[in-house]
């Protein structure tokens, strides 16, 4: 267990992102290091599916398997960051994160540096995995119960979602540059937290608040006006700043950027990148803790800057979380420009050509971009001059995937007029499917090895904090809209769209989309409660949502969260849709007409 710090400090320990996933700006990490002070800079690289894509490139050539672009990055940075003290962390190592770590270390003597460069590892379950289920353990589908049988013959790749210990453990041994496997991005952002300030293993509440810390910074700028809903506010996406934390000994911290960076932090975008993926309010699971995000406050700190204090946590689980990857057949999605009049018209006859001629398959889609491709029926009716229409296929049989590919540029000179082509033949794609399940926390340890610096140091990392239930004890939940006065009925209603009321982010978990609302003003905030129930919401997305909706109210942050289920056509490389992670329903909810009193309406100024 680790010793609580004996000397309390009042300097902050300054925590900034630069990158919030694999493809992110390839020059944030330099500006986050020459903008102005920070202490440590994290970044993530892994989505679910990113090791099972590594995993194939490393059966092609057994020299990758890692985030060549991280690098990249930190070879033309690494004797800056030196120079001023900055630890740089990223779960860049993907499913050969010691290739990864020897990589930098290689890069660094090329230039005359000796750094120490910490690699954490253990994640990797491959083989261990099919074991496990021989013997009788249960990995069942956590999202749907289905049994591990049906695909273990198939999975691709196995990782579980280690914690912070082996990288407080890295840092021990004075790691400066560090990278992971499948370490959550939650973790990379409390570790150096844990080893600054000296929290215990069991010092839930700092834990919880490092977590939420960590969920505010993982995806980059969407905390900082990336994304954001009311995005024409944002002074500038020029430069956009990446988001910087301030964390203190006690657990509260400000969220900030560098001065004089585009982009923009302030309650609301905040607000927004705290529901995102959101889940359970009361229950957001990690290795290291469970958080209740009902117990948050959040609130202005100055310019570009928000406090945030309060955070409540438990004791996490006796289980890891594994993310498992399995071939499930073949897709392909290709289509024709159209153009008016009668633009949508011309794309249902191209369909209705197009799926004739060719056999039934396992899954097909038909989308119209320009005119219902991501809203389906929540889209506005009106004549598009043009379109894009999109067909998408998915099946075991790879030739009858091929079938498809061919003729979809057949239909060109053989249906309506005014179309164009677009790259030929689509290609054949493997479909990599999710399966997460669980597996007890002591069959993963972490594995931590620590290089340069004239000498190698290796270790086994286990938790060893106490275990729980998953769930934080019910306390003093604040709430946005207490004390707060509300304005005398105006006797009348008036119709707006909701997006005048609210505002809200939403994204994808598996076949899952979880849509944010957050309320514009604490008095609004009791209105949406009642009036933005699951079933109206179900209503608006009826044709999209096809198991159901669950509502959360997170009264803290005057929010509802939303779980629309079976949404997103599988989720992943499943889906055959053009939004497959559900990026647009948020708008979509927004656009929603409603009804409300014409006072509270004045409140933000939507009359």
Known sequence: ?????????????????????????LTALRRQLDGGPVDVITMDFLAEITMS?????????????FAVDFVDQLDEVMASAMEKGVTIIANAGGVRPLSCGEAILARAKAKELDPRVGVVAGDDLMGRIQQWHAEGMDLSNMDDGRSFAEVVDRVSSANAYLGAAPVVRALEEGAQFIVTGRVTDTGITLAPMIHRFGWATDDWDRLAAGIIAG????????????NFTDWRTVPSFHDVGYPIVEMHADGSFVVTKHPGTGGLVNVATVTEQLVYEMGDPSAYLTPDVVVDFGSIVVAEDGPDRVRVSGIRG???????????SYGDGYKASGGVIVSGPDAVAKGEMFGEILWGRLPEYEDTLTEFVGASATWGPRSPSQE???????????????????????????????????????????PVQEVVAYWPCLIPRELCPGEVTVLGGGERVEAVVAFDGPIGEGRVQPGATPRIDADVDVPPSAGETVTVKLSALAHGRSGDKGDTCNIGVIARH?????????????????????????????????????????LLHQCLGGGGTLSLHIDAQGKTYSHALLDLDVQIDRSLAALVGAV
Not at 9 to 14: H, I
Not at 53 to 65: D, F, S
Not at 219 to 225: D, H, I, K, V
Not at 529 to 537: G, H, I, M, N
Request: charged share 25%; with cysteine; aromatic share 8%.
């Open 522 to 562: 604490p008095a609004i905030y009791r209105w949406l409660a009642d009036e933005l129930t699951a079933e109206r919401v179900e209503e608006a997305f009826e044709g999209i949502a096809f198991g159901g909706v669950e509502r959360f109210e997170v009264a803290n942050i005057g929010a509802l969260n939303f």
């Open 1 to 25: 267990m680790t010793t609580p710090s004996t000397e309390p400090t009042a300097e902050p320990l300054r925590i900034a992102n630069a990158s919030g996933y694999w493809g992110d700006d």
């Open 314 to 324: 438990a004791a996490p689980t006796e289980f890891l979380k594994v993310s498992v």
């Open 384 to 426: 598009a001059n043009e379109i894009m229409a999109r067909f998408g296929v998915r099946d075991q049989d790879r030739a009858k995937i091929r079938e498809f590919a061919k003729m979809v540029p057949a239909l060109v000179l053989s249906g309506p007029p005014g179309v164009g082509v677009i790259g030929g033949r689509p």
């Open 215 to 226: 969920h505010i910074l993982e995806c980059g700028a969407q905390s900082t006006g990336g």
């Open 53 to 65: 894509i590594l995993q194939k490139q490393v059966q092609r050539n057994p020299e990758t398997g």
